[in-house]
Structures are given as structure tokens and as C-alpha cells.
């Protein structure tokens, strides 16, 4: 499958579909708050599990409890959707979980 960037019609679709998730600076933007430093930890641990799988990994930061993540697929100078299925795969889990 070859990468294209999507279309701001894309995003926008993905986004009503996905509410956590924002645009910031052309990327998907996705912020988490948890109970405490471990649980912020667990889920960037499984984040990381699920990028990997998918030979993708997120742009992020993580202060404490506080866990910021950003989606880009740099080969296509913006958001593909390779970001998109990245995304869904986080908010499956974070809806199941937290």
C-alpha cells in the first residue's frame, strides 16, 4: 500500500468519529491524563507494543500522570493512514480500559 496524505476532509471525518483525538501542528494529538505515574507508564508501555506491531510509533511525552501523543507519518509530510489506524488501535484500548 503506498502512503498518501490525507486529505483535511479525511481528517476532519476522522476526527468527529474519534473526539479524544485533535490536530496540532498537521499531526493527530491525543492527550491522556491517569491516576498516577505507573498507570501513565502501563499505557505507554502497551502504546508502544501496539506501534511496534504496526512499524509505527507516536511523537510523545509523558510528565507524571500526564501523557501526550502525536501522530505524523513523516514520509508523507503529514497525516496518512498509517496515523489514522494508530489512533484507532490507542482508543480501542483506551476505551476498553481506562
Known sequence: MKLVKATE???Q???A???AWS???NKLHCQY???DFIEAFSFMTK???IAES???HPEWCNSYKQVAINLITHEVGGISERD???ARNIQVMTDAKY
Open 13 to 15: 471525518q476522522f476526527i
Open 47 to 49: 502504546v508502544a507494543l
Open 23 to 25: 490536530v496540532e501542528d
Open 33 to 35: 491524563v491517569f491516576n
Open 17 to 19: 468519529q474519534h473526539v
Open 9 to 11: 476532509t479525511e481528517i
Open 84 to 86: 489514522f489506524e494508530l
Open 54 to 56: 504496526l512499524n509505527h
